[in-house]
């Protein structure tokens, strides 16, 4: 698309957003919040009903808290405000004739601590195709070794998301690399917000509001991705009560603290965490654990009496430790977040709500040891972002603008050879709009696109997306769901993933010109609540893969390697049943998966006879099983997490000898043996062995006169399996996960 078509294309949009006349009556719209913290309100139940007998219309808030009711005749509504927890809020609106816009932000008040036992038991729903929205609530029923439980702990039951062991902080989801998820925290990109240790991440649950999380399907408002994103979205300090919590355990210590800056209109919020695993387990582990992390987060929130919003944060993160304990390689890499956020609905006759988000994000990691030489790869990105809420009728129509700037810099010590030492920036400006047009009474379709150019620098991208949802009336709740679209990727996170064995990943641009990193997704799911308790769900998937980068691969084990490419396929199928009454909670999660890449390298013929090599990557998972089950009885509560994951692909050794090199003369064949080396089988035709592990953990909660204390027992791998987290095929070993790890962990937090 030429450069004139692009400010077409924006000057359009531009137009849209400020002459849409809308061929309806009157309106009313807000933003709904919690009174205490002023955090938005997702999925609050909005009503207005025609007084005395009339119709009753109804919404529910979206991720901002904001709603429109559109078509109100003139005259008198009783209007209503329902959020589990929280006080209903009810009064009697007015609308007269010739109204256009009625503005009505609410603040909803916490019910007594007794409603508040109610929060527990809502737990996160299906939002459409591949997506789940998590409250922090749920964090606990997946034991991790803290006093506070963690996002990334609970996403790992979820069904089509795979990590290879307890450490190294690698997210694969529905057959997609980690560098191929969005992770976005109010906002602002965070390139890698999971620690080294398995268990954390820089969202516990006392600083996360809520987080949607898409394992694909996910609509134009997100780019740049080809895999899943995790839109996670802050909590606000309190605007009027200073708070604090402060927990230890052996694996970790954190700190919390919110206060009102300005009574009831701004507040700050401070978290610090670190490890302790690295000092502790030499106390009561069969080995040291080397590995070291620790995050600081601030945020700052303000509110004003017109429903709009702003924030600002920051974020520093710090990882450092070795995969294999036997090794002298290691693996570091730190984050540093900040951005902003201003947000609110507008009382004008066209825009209904309106966003701008800022933020700098920069990450940098590096390897050495092991015999691979040291390398690094750092990425700077700035972006400001722009999106626009409106409606024609009953159809939303959501938009936005976004730019972006990136700097990338890497030096890989000829780990792929074709890639030297390089430092590069590039600018990309585009756009997106996204239809939400309710057809009938039960079908909902929402078409859309994302176009993004990157200045002649890769060639623009034109992403189609669609998703659907249908509610099928009639004694059960049933919703059938679907989506597909088109997902483009022009910067690559590249990791020799030929072994398991690694935590490192070099941000470059598409190294060919001709080439970009490209998924398309299909999803098909079925919703079925057999009863306010019992709820299951499906979801069948197929993603076609092109142009995925992919070592150069050797009969011969060795470090240095090179860039080739594959096209691939990724089949599968996802079910979760759960069931969830007042105390008592069972979830059952089972994953199918086919994962197939095929390549053709030159040297395959020479080597195995054949041009093409089909073969499952090492992250190829079968079946995946996640059970969990839990109760609360008065201040005690307990949760267990069985996980099973059949064996992943890794490259069978068929053979060693050693060989001469003549680069110094000719050798000494007579007394010397050479240079040992390891001779390969064709890539991943070898499985590992199966993974299975039971985490469990009892919590009781103690009332004190100033202070609550929480006091948790709970054992990592219950039983002691012996799970293998990687093969090195260099040295004929196996390197475990974790034994069995018991921990006792204390909270005390302010009332």
């Known amino acids: 698309m030429t450069l004139k078509y692009q400010i077409a294309f924006i000057l359009i949009l531009l137009f849209t957003s400020t002459n849409v006349v809308f061929s309806q009556n009157s309106v009313i719209r807000g933003v709904v919040t919690d009174r205490q913290?002023?955090?938005?309100?997702?999925?609050?139940?909005?009503?207005?009903?025609?007084?005395?007998?009339?119709?009753?219309?109804?919404?529910?808030?979206?991720?901002?808290?904001?709603?429109?009711?559109?078509?109100?005749?003139?005259?008198?509504?009783?209007?209503?405000?329902?959020?589990?927890?929280?006080?209903?809020?009810?009064?009697?609106?007015?609308?007269?004739?010739?109204?256009?816009?009625?503005?009505?932000?609410?603040?909803?008040?916490?019910?007594?601590?007794?409603?508040?036992?109610?929060?527990?038991?809502?737990?996160?729903?299906?939002?459409?195709?591949?997506?789940?929205?998590?409250?922090?609530?749920?964090?606990?029923?997946?034991?991790?070794?803290?006093?506070?439980?963690?996002?990334?702990?609970?996403?790992?039951?979820?069904?089509?998301?795979?990590?290879?062991?307890?450490?190294g902080g690698q997210l694969f989801v529905r057959g997609g690399l980690p560098s191929e998820n969005l992770i976005l925290m109010d906002g602002t990109m965070i390139y890698q917000p999971f620690h080294i240790v398995g268990f954390f991440s820089v969202f516990p649950e006392n600083v996360v509001s809520s987080a949607d999380f898409y394992a694909g399907g996910f609509g134009p408002r997100y780019s740049g991705r080809v895999s899943s994103v995790m839109d996670v979205r802050l909590k606000n300090g309190d605007l009027y009560e200073r708070g604090w919590s402060a927990s230890v355990s052996p694996f970790i210590?954190?700190?919390?603290?919110?206060?009102?800056?300005?009574?009831?209109?701004?507040?700050?919020?401070?978290?610090?965490?670190?490890?302790?695993?690295?000092?502790?387990?030499?106390?009561?582990?069969?080995?040291?654990?080397?590995?070291?992390?620790?995050?600081?987060?601030?945020?700052?929130?303000?509110?004003?009496?017109?429903?709009?919003?702003?924030?600002?944060?920051?974020?520093?993160?710090?990882?450092?430790?070795?995969?294999?304990?036997?090794?002298?390689?290691?693996?570091?890499?730190?984050?540093?977040?900040?951005?902003?956020?201003c947000a609110g609905a507008s009382e004008s006759t066209s825009l209904s709500f309106m966003e701008?988000?800022?933020?700098?994000?920069?990450?940098?990691?590096?390897?050495?040891?092991?015999?691979?030489?040291?390398?690094?790869?750092?990425?700077?990105?700035?972006?400001?972002?722009?999106?626009?809420?409106?409606?024609?009728?009953?159809?939303?129509?959501?938009?936005?603008?976004?730019?972006?700037?990136?700097?990338?810099?890497?030096?890989?010590?000829?780990?792929?050879?074709?890639?030297?030492?390089?430092?590069?920036?590039?600018?990309?400006?585009?756009?997106?709009?996204?239809?939400?047009?309710?057809?009938?009474?039960?079908?909902?379709?929402?078409?859309?696109?994302?176009?993004?150019?990157?200045?002649?620098?890769?060639?623009?991208?034109?992403?189609?997306?669609?998703?659907?949802?249908?509610?099928?009336?009639?004694?059960?709740?049933?919703?059938?769901?679907?989506?597909?679209?088109?997902?483009?990727?022009?910067?690559?996170?590249?990791?020799?993933?030929?072994?398991?064995?690694t935590a490192f990943t070099a941000w470059i641009i598409e190294p060919d010109s001709d080439r970009s990193l490209q998924t398309t997704h299909f999803l098909l799911g079925l919703d079925f609540a057999m009863n306010r308790y019992l709820k299951f769900s499906v979801e069948g998937y197929h993603k076609i893969i092109q142009d995925t980068p992919v070592s150069v691969w050797s009969s011969v084990a060795e470090f240095t390697t090179d860039i080739a490419y594959a096209d691939g396929n990724v089949n599968g199928v996802d079910l979760r049943l759960d069931y969830d009454r007042r105390n008592f909670f069972a979830g059952l999660g089972y994953g199918y998966a086919i994962t197939e890449y095929e390549t053709a390298q030159d040297h395959f013929t020479l080597w195995f006879g054949e041009e093409v090599q089909t073969y499952n990557p090492s992250h190829d998972r079968r079946h995946q099983l996640n059970a969990q089950i839990g109760f609360e009885f008065g201040n005690f509560s307990t949760n267990l997490n069985w996980s099973y994951g059949s064996g992943m692909p890794f490259t069978r050794p068929i053979g060693f000898d050693s060989f001469f090199s003549f680069e110094d003369g000719p050798p000494e064949v007579t007394e010397g043996y050479g240079t040992p080396r390891v001779l390969l089988d064709?890539?991943?035709?070898?499985?590992?062995?199966?993974?299975?592990?039971?985490?469990?953990?009892?919590?009781?909660?103690?009332?004190?006169?100033?202070?609550?204390?929480?006091?948790?027992?709970?054992?990592?791998?219950?039983?002691?399996?012996?799970?293998?987290?990687?093969?090195?095929?260099?040295?004929?070993?196996?390197?475990?996960?974790?034994?069995?790890?018991?921990?006792?962990?204390?909270?005390?937090?302010?009332?």
Request: net charge negative; proline share 4%; with cysteine.
């Open 253 to 341: 210590s954190d700190f919390y603290f919110e206060t009102p800056v300005k009574e009831g209109k701004s507040s700050l919020l401070v978290s610090v965490r670190g490890s302790l695993i690295e000092e502790s387990s030499k106390w009561y582990l069969q080995e040291q654990q080397p590995l070291k992390f620790n995050s600081q987060l601030a945020k700052f929130n303000s509110v004003s009496n017109t429903g709009v919003s702003c924030s600002f944060l920051m974020m520093r993160t710090y990882d450092r430790g070795s995969l294999d304990f036997e090794s002298d390689q290691y693996f570091k890499w730190n984050n540093f977040v900040t951005g902003g956020r």
């Open 682 to 751: 064709k890539p991943f035709q070898g499985r590992l062995p199966e993974y299975h592990r039971l985490d469990v953990s009892l919590e009781h909660y103690f009332d004190l006169d100033s202070t609550d204390l929480t006091v948790q027992l709970g054992a990592i791998n219950l039983y002691d399996q012996s799970n293998l987290f990687y093969y090195d095929v260099f040295f004929q070993r196996g390197i475990n996960q974790l034994p069995l790890v018991p921990y006792l962990s204390l909270k005390m937090s302010s009332k």
């Open 37 to 167: 913290a002023g955090q938005t309100l997702d999925r609050a139940t909005i009503s207005v009903q025609l007084l005395p007998d009339g119709e009753l219309k109804g919404t529910t808030t979206d991720q901002n808290g904001f709603y429109q009711i559109g078509n109100l005749e003139s005259g008198e509504y009783l209007f209503q405000v329902r959020f589990i927890g929280f006080q209903t809020f009810k009064d009697t609106i007015s609308v007269s004739r010739g109204s256009n816009v009625i503005s009505k932000n609410v603040s909803l008040s916490q019910e007594s601590a007794e409603m508040e036992e109610l929060t527990v038991s809502d737990r996160g729903f299906r939002g459409g195709s591949g997506q789940v929205n998590v409250r922090p609530e749920l964090f606990g029923r997946a034991p991790s070794p803290a006093g506070n439980a963690d996002l990334v702990s609970y996403i790992q039951t979820q069904p089509g998301v795979l990590v290879t062991g307890d450490r």
């Open 356 to 501: 701008l988000n800022f933020g700098l994000s920069y990450f940098s990691n590096e390897t050495d040891g092991g015999g691979s030489g040291n390398r690094f790869s750092n990425i700077f990105r700035s972006n400001l972002d722009m999106s626009f809420t409106q409606y024609w009728s009953d159809t939303r129509i959501d938009y936005g603008f976004f730019t972006n700037y990136r700097t990338v810099k890497y030096d890989l010590v000829n780990r792929f050879s074709s890639l030297e030492a390089n430092e590069a920036s590039f600018l990309s400006t585009g756009g997106f709009l996204n239809l939400n047009i309710p057809l009938w009474e039960y079908l909902t379709v929402e078409p859309g696109f994302s176009f993004t150019s990157y200045l002649n620098r890769v060639p623009s991208s034109f992403e189609p997306r669609l998703r659907f949802s249908l509610d099928l009336p009639g004694r059960y709740d049933f919703k059938l769901h679907g989506a597909a679209g088109i997902y483009r990727q022009p910067l690559i996170g590249l990791s020799d993933f030929r072994d398991a064995g």
